[in-house]
């Protein structure tokens, strides 16, 4: 029984360490603050256009425990965002990290929580251990970097605005540590339209009970509702500050859903909250994170150079997932991580790695998704599922389908049916 050392404890890490698990070998999880889930804390969405057939398609391939565990606490369905049209639903965020811990320690994963990583120990290609803030060393035959691409507080400083303790909460637990970055391997990130690099964190969450009453109980039976934006607040260059990647209608309106605790507005970009208690309903609003509405993390630093089936180029024993592998979404964070999981266990094994065909969604997915990052296009405006180039892709090449039958029927024919939950040791 191998050891396989995830660093990064949000979906992307929790998918990797179950895979790794399931495939039989000794997994501990690492992650630098008090919780695991990581961004899904605020994400709140998940499952809409492509993503319904690529969830149902890796819980074909025997992965499906996390996105089970998300239906499980979801608390609004067939939510309809501007851009994400169909089969899209939203789970209670205040939930999330509870529920996902359970399903992680349930197979077996040991985790370690508040335990920072800082450096790596190597020898030519291959990692040998990560150390830890405290000073203790983590051995393993096979590492997975999931530690993200958000912060920390020296990064959004200086090509943000500058820390408002958002939810990656780097005053308290310390700014984020790359496997990659340490080890010597090669990263890339997008760039803001001025030059910078990085992507602004475009979302607000508002504390609910600062609504006007009649819009809480909207939101709260609707799921998600519009408000008209009064025109002298909208504010096309946002589109720009947030890379381009969402519709005007997130410019022109506030597209606020209910994820619990409280309100999302997705994709609103810097607003000061003088402005933003203009808006009909948020006369009292009060921001809950991040703490104040003008400034936000800074993402996308640091995405590895990887191959298809996620394993970081250069090394011979260090795969990747979620946004280090440059996955942006809760789904692309799930998938990539089952994905890099199951193949640091093959290669603890000796085995060759899964590429899945393309001939499903997530096989073509991720060889398109490659593809862009080789070529720098993914670096611009990112690649999703649910929206953007791939969702178009996908419906042209007629690899969308809602038939949950028939995603079963092409898994089989690939003869990878359950490959996930199958033991793969020496």
Not at 158 to 183: H, N, Q, T, W
């Amino acid at each position: 029984m191998a050891r396989v050392i995830v660093v990064g404890g949000g979906l992307s890490g929790c998918g990797a360490a179950i895979a790794a698990r399931k495939a039989g070998h000794e997994v501990t999880l690492l992650e630098r603050t008090d919780m695991v889930a990581g961004a899904a804390v605020r994400a709140g969405d998940t499952g809409g256009n492509g993503c319904f057939t690529a969830q149902h398609e890796l819980r074909f391939l025997g992965g499906g425990e996390l996105f089970d565990a998300l239906a499980s606490i979801k608390l609004h369905d067939n939510v309809a965002f501007p851009d994400v049209s169909i089969h899209g639903y939203i789970y209670n965020t205040g939930l999330v990290e509870p529920t996902i811990r359970r399903v992680v320690e349930k197979v077996g994963v040991k985790v370690l929580l508040e335990s920072r990583m800082t450096n790596v120990v190597k020898e030519g290609s291959q990692i040998k251990a990560v150390k830890v803030e405290d000073g203790r060393l983590v051995e393993g035959e096979v590492f997975v970097d999931c530690t993200g691409t958000r912060g920390g507080v020296a990064i959004c400083n200086k090509y943000g605005k500058g820390c408002v303790m958002c939810l990656f909460r780097c005053v308290s637990f310390g700014d984020r540590v790359s496997i990659v970055e340490k080890a010597g391997g090669k990263e890339s990130f997008r760039y803001q339209p001025d030059g910078k690099p990085g992507r602004i964190g475009g979302g607000i969450f508002l504390f609910k009970d600062t609504l006007a009453a009649d819009l809480k109980a909207r939101i709260e039976e609707e799921g998600l509702v519009r408000i008209p934006l009064p025109k002298h607040l909208i504010d096309y260059s946002h589109h720009q500050i947030l890379s381009g990647n969402r519709s005007n209608d997130f410019l022109e309106n506030i597209v606020m859903t209910d994820i619990g605790p409280v309100a999302k507005c997705s994709a609103i970009g810097p607003m000061k909250l003088d402005k933003l208690r203009q808006v009909p309903g948020l006369e009292n609003a009060q921001v809950e994170d991040p703490r104040s509405p003008r400034w936000n993390h800074v993402s996308d630093i640091g995405i590895a150079e990887r191959d298809n089936s996620l394993k970081v180029k250069g090394f011979a024993n260090l795969f990747c997932a979620g946004e280090k592998s440059g996955q942006t979404s809760v789904d692309g964070a799930i998938i990539t991580g089952y994905l890099a999981g199951h193949n640091a266990a093959r290669n603890a094994a000796g085995a060759d790695p899964l590429e899945l065909p393309t001939s499903l969604a997530i096989g073509d997915y991720m060889a398109f998704a490659t593809e862009k990052l080789r070529t720098g296009e993914a670096l611009k405006v990112g690649c999703r599922l649910s929206r953007g180039e791939y969702w178009e892709r996908m419906q042209e090449i007629g690899l969308f389908t809602d038939d949950v039958g028939k995603i079963k029927s092409r898994v089989e024919k690939t003869g990878l049916a359950g490959i996930l939950s199958r033991k793969v040791t020496d």
